[in-house]
């Protein structure tokens, strides 16, 4: 089946500094890759969609200087936390659709982030 | 609005017995449905999905959920329940074409299974 991998798969900073995740798609090409954000206990909440080539969509409410999205090629999108804090902290899991319009996602393991 | 609920917040089941975590969801178009099972720290793992056809759809690890138009409801069953199947799961519907991968999830049902 197709693997989305994600990494770090845990980081912890210090508040103000930037992070990157980075998200590839291992055995397929990825158009577009999503990224989720889920606080413990909480379901996902999609931030934005990554679109090989093209700027990113955000979701409402997301702030996208904050959340820079990046997708290079066709199976990574990486996305940077820029000067975070601690409210930043939390579980970021990104899936990737791969070309065949069944709907069906790829999520990666997802990336803890701390932010102290 | 778009929206997928699942009522149960946690649920506790015994080892052997049957087990169905509860799904509705209110959706303009027609709807594609997925179940999905979270591990502690981990990403999410498809159970099963519903596109079109046959309503009751089965999935991996023994898991089958059935889709009821009429009650806007995706159900997710299992007939006898391992301790290996503790786990958050997840509820979520989508649509193909150029919002396909956009999911809306529910909240999640937490499982925990007594020996």
């Known amino acids: 089946g197709a693997v989305v991998s994600q990494h770090p798969s845990w980081v912890i900073c210090k508040s103000g500094t930037s992070v990157k995740i980075e998200c590839r798609s291992l055995?397929?090409?990825?158009?577009?890759m999503f990224w989720y954000r889920q606080f413990p206990k909480q379901s996902l909440m999609l931030m934005a969609t990554s679109n090989e080539g093209s700027k990113a969509t955000y979701e409402q409410g997301v702030e996208k200087d904050k959340f820079l999205i990046n997708h290079a090629s066709l199976t990574l999108s990486t996305l940077t936390v820029t000067s975070a804090h601690p409210e930043d902290s939390s579980f970021y899991i990104c899936?990737?659709?791969?070309?065949?319009?069944?709907?069906?996602?790829?999520f990666g393991e997802g990336s803890r982030l701390t932010v102290l | 609005a778009q929206s997928v609920t699942q009522p149960d917040i946690h649920i506790t089941v015994s080892e052997g017995a049957s087990l169905e975590l509860r799904c509705n969801y209110s959706?303009?178009?027609?709807?594609?449905l997925f179940w999905y099972v979270q591990s502690p720290g981990q990403g999410l793992q498809l159970l099963l999905k519903?596109?079109?056809?046959?309503?009751l759809v089965q999935g991996i690890k023994g898991f089958e959920a059935e889709f009821k138009r009429s009650q806007s409801s995706f159900n997710l069953r299992k007939p006898s329940v391992h301790w290996s199947d503790a786990a958050e799961y997840f509820c979520a519907v989508g649509a193909l074409g150029s919002n396909t991968g956009k999911l809306i999830f529910g909240q999640g049902t937490t499982l925990q299974v007594k020996p």
């Open positions: 055995d397929f090409q990825a158009t577009t």
């Open positions: 899936s990737a659709r791969g070309s065949s319009n069944t709907g069906e996602l790829f």
């Open positions: 959706y303009g178009a027609t709807p594609y």
């Open positions: 519903y596109f079109s056809g046959d309503t």
